[in-house]
């Protein structure tokens, strides 16, 4: 339990914090002044949706990952009030945990989709309104909606500064693996968050479409790996080098004109020469990074290659093919299937014990089962663990509030711990599931008791169907999914090597003949072994994750 729910890094402060409390917090007041509450709280929650998917640090990437998500849970949360009332309304919410889990198979963005797709549809269960259908998923949309504007109301004065961060935090990363200070366990921490900073960047550049990102990256994962390799086998660079790649770094956070007025004043001199063969690597690795210039194929030719191999993954062709490849691979269906068998178990528990508020046992189904997140054992681990700390706080927000400030403050009280919980829910994200499931729980305890539904009587209910959640989620997992994920690691790492074999020796597959050199095609071919080491690495991770229960004893077999 402590390795799973050891907490991580602190986050800096971000704008996102003050648009979730904004967000949540001020439907839920207006609600309460105009006295239609469920209304006001209905709205927060679907702004509540949008704060879960505001992942993504560029502009471009927002736009997808938050108002995608939005459209599929107002479809989901009008589904479920479509079928309320008829004979197969039992069925429609495992039907749609099946096609959740196939879109989360999809990826970051898919998963973010299926969680919405979900939550809003539970949230449209659980709190019914009178009026229309589409009223509730109306609501919900809404406040998604104004999340989504406030996220994306800044980029006509902040164009590029994200992608420009993001650079910086790679070249910063390289250079701190690099140091003479990197040995030990030390070492491995930051190489490890250098691989995930290129991780995030790589897939912000694939599915943002930045052409900034397109151009560096390619060097950037060249850099990276020399100086993992250099790092880990204690290889010392020339400090020079260091320091001029944190000066590149603080070059690019500056921006361009900044970047134009350092090199006028020589701060963009000649690289430093270094006194070996990995320095020599070393800096041509660096120079491609920064300074993607002329090569063999002239500026023009070599930016052409550069978006053509790196934007090949997003052309239409290229997007059919993988949603082919997804529906077609009987795993996705294998997760699909497991979503819906936990959330019909779920919710089968929780009406045999006739809970309140059955729709938080499958909400935490919700939270639990998401792929790309980390193992199920150890991520229900953590919500439950985080669920209890969170009611053991807003327990004591309700009791204290109507004794400290009265029957006509305590609602003003409530409504300033619902923004805390609020802004905390993306501040926290960072430091680990446990403590963000805190103020999730906080969040939706302060939203019922503003709803009108007392919520000290619901202490004890929403831990019992934090419970039945997790360990629905669990037996799912156990039952549908793979036994033990040792194997998975290493399907990975024999397609890394199989791709950079492939790398080494281009040839047609008919004729043997070595390909014909293009630029795209060479550039995404370079890069291709080191984004199957990328995903190597972030499987190894959540197996590294998973608690020991869970990990399964490795099986003896011939050497």
């Known amino acids: 339990m402590r390795q799973t729910c050891a907490p991580k890094g602190r986050p800096a402060v971000s704008p996102a914090v003050w648009r979730s409390a904004l967000a949540v917090t ?27 998917t505001d992942v993504a ?63 809003d549809a539970e949230v449209a269960m659980d709190l019914p309104l009178p009026g229309p259908l589409w009223w509730p998923p109306a609501l919900m949309l809404l406040g998604g909606l104004s999340v989504v504007g406030l ?12 992608e420009r961060a993001l650079l910086a935090q790679c070249l910063t990363g390289c250079a701190a693996v690099l140091a003479p200070d990197a040995a030990g366990p030390a070492g491995t921490a930051r190489r490890r968050a250098l691989h995930d900073v290129l991780e995030r960047a790589r897939h912000t550049g694939s599915v943002g479409g930045s052409v900034l990102l397109a ?19 204690g290889l010392v660079a020339d400090p020079a080098l260091v320091g ?26 000649a690289w430093p020469p270094g006194h070996g063969p990995l320095d ?69 528990a929780a009406a045999h014990w006739d809970l309140r508020h059955p729709y938080w046992a499958v909400l935490n189904v919700t939270f639990v089962c998401r792929p790309e997140v980390g193992p199920v054992t150890g991520r229900a681990l953590e919500r439950f663990c985080g669920t209890a700390l969170g009611l053991l706080g807003s327990g004591l927000a309700l009791a204290l509030a109507p004794a400290c400030a009265g029957p006509d403050g305590a609602l003003l009280v409530l409504l300033a711990v619902l923004a805390l919980a609020a802004g905390l829910v993306p501040a926290l994200s960072g430091t680990g599931y446990l403590y963000q499931a805190a103020a999730l729980a906080t969040v939706v305890l302060m939203a019922t008791q503003l709803a009108g539904d007392p919520g000290l009587p619901l202490l004890l209910p929403n831990l019992a169907s934090c ?93």
């Open 26 to 52: 001020a439907p839920a007041g207006v609600g309460l002044g105009v006295g239609r509450p469920a209304e006001g709280v209905m709205v927060a929650m679907g702004a509540l949706s949008a704060v879960l």
């Open 57 to 119: 640090a560029t502009y471009r990437h927002r736009a997808i990952t938050m108002l995608l998500p939005q459209l599929l849970g107002a479809a989901g949360a009008f589904a479920m009030l479509a079928a309320e009332g008829r004979w197969f309304a039992p069925g429609v919410l495992p039907a749609l945990g099946v096609v959740a889990g196939v879109l989360a198979a999809l990826g970051v963005e898919g998963s973010l989709g299926a969680m919405i797709l979900l939550m």
């Open 151 to 162: 996220a994306l109301a800044g980029r006509p004065f902040f164009r590029g500064r994200a």
């Open 215 to 233: 151009r560096h990256l390619p060097g950037l994962l060249a850099l990276a790996e020399t100086a993992s390799s250099a790092g880990a086998r």
């Open 244 to 269: 001029r790649l944190r000066a590149e770094a603080r070059r690019v956070a500056a921006g361009r004109a900044a970047g134009r007025a350092a090199g006028r004043a020589g701060a963009g001199g």
């Open 280 to 348: 020599a690597r070393l800096v041509r690795a660096a120079r491609a990074a920064v300074t993607p210039g002329p090569g063999p194929t002239g500026s023009a030719g070599l930016r052409a290659g550069l978006r053509a191999g790196l934007r090949a993954g997003l052309s239409p062709g290229r997007r059919r093919a993988v949603v082919r490849a997804v529906l077609a691979d009987p795993r996705s269906w294998l997760g699909g299937l497991r979503v819906g068998a936990a959330l019909l178990l779920a919710g089968a």
């Open 467 to 559: 419970a039945i959640g997790c360990l629905a989620a669990v037996l799912a997992g156990e039952l549908f999914g793979p036994r033990h994920r040792h194997p998975v690691v290493a399907r990975r790492l024999a397609g890394a090597v199989e791709q950079a074999a492939l790398t080494l020796t281009p040839r047609h597959p008919r004729t043997s003949a070595p390909a014909p050199y293009r630029p795209g095609a060479a550039v995404s071919a370079a890069i291709a072994p080191h984004l199957q080491l990328a995903a190597a690495r972030a499987e190894f991770e959540r197996v590294r994750r998973e608690p020991p229960w869970g990990r399964g004893r490795p099986r003896a077999g011939p050497r």
